[in-house]
């Protein structure tokens, strides 16, 4: 167990939907990413943040947004959802920059 | 843009042998690597990291070697298991704050 806990692990919905992940990091982390990983692919970086501010964007679809809280947890949206959104999502959490990363189990998001 | 990929995406080896895992990237001011491992239906988890003012490093069966002058990193796994089976990812700390992940390297440990 990693210590960083995403819901709901498993969640599927229409094309057109929009849904939220949640991501809530190891107690004391205070950095947050996003990943993608569609089927047999590697990792996609979508955004990071820290403590509260975003910090840096990768692949991120204009579609997709996320936010830090005050108490750290993160929340991925994703909206107007179409069939080739369908992948893992994975969070990470790390202490600060340049400190190994952490990552969930992941949320699998099926798009029928 | 910076980038992390893998020379081979799948690799196979005889249980016990040794294997090695190979990673290039291209931002030379990268300082921080991290090799993940990741089982099926898993998030990735933690193996071994290398900062860039060192060579190699070693672990627990698991060695990372550094070559900054070609920009190229490896990882060995010794007398590998069947639980070793897994996709291995290198990560680049770019110094932007954020991991960027290569595209992976399947190992099957053939028993």
């Known amino acids: 167990d990693s210590g960083v806990t995403q819901t709901p692990k498993h969640l599927i919905t229409a094309t057109g939907q929009r849904v939220t992940l949640r991501c809530s990091p190891r107690?004391?982390?205070?950095?947050v990413y996003w990943y993608q990983q569609s089927l047999d692919q590697g990792l996609q970086f979508l955004i990071q943040y820290y403590n509260g501010e975003e910090r840096a964007k990768g692949n991120i679809l204009e579609r997709f947004s996320a936010q830090q809280f005050p108490d750290l947890h993160s929340e991925l949206n994703l909206s107007s959802l179409e069939l080739g959104d369908s992948a893992l999502y994975f969070c990470a959490s790390s202490v600060a920059v340049g400190t190994e990363a952490f990552f969930g189990q992941g949320t699998r998001l099926t798009v029928v | 843009g910076e980038s992390v990929g893998l020379h081979l995406p799948t690799l196979s080896v005889q249980e016990g042998d040794n294997s090695i895992i190979n990673c290039a990237y291209s931002n030379s001011a990268s300082d921080y690597f991290i090799w993940y491992k990741q089982e099926s239906g898993k998030g990735p988890q933690f193996i071994i990291d290398i900062r860039s003012n060192m060579d190699k490093r070693q672990g627990q069966r698991v060695t990372v070697l550094l070559n900054k002058t070609v920009k190229h990193l490896s990882l060995q796994i010794a007398a590998t298991q069947p639980g070793d089976s897994a996709v291995y990812f290198c990560a680049d700390e770019t110094g932007a704050n954020n991991l960027f992940f290569g595209t992976g390297t399947r190992l099957t440990v053939i028993p």
């Open positions: 107690s004391g982390d205070l950095s």
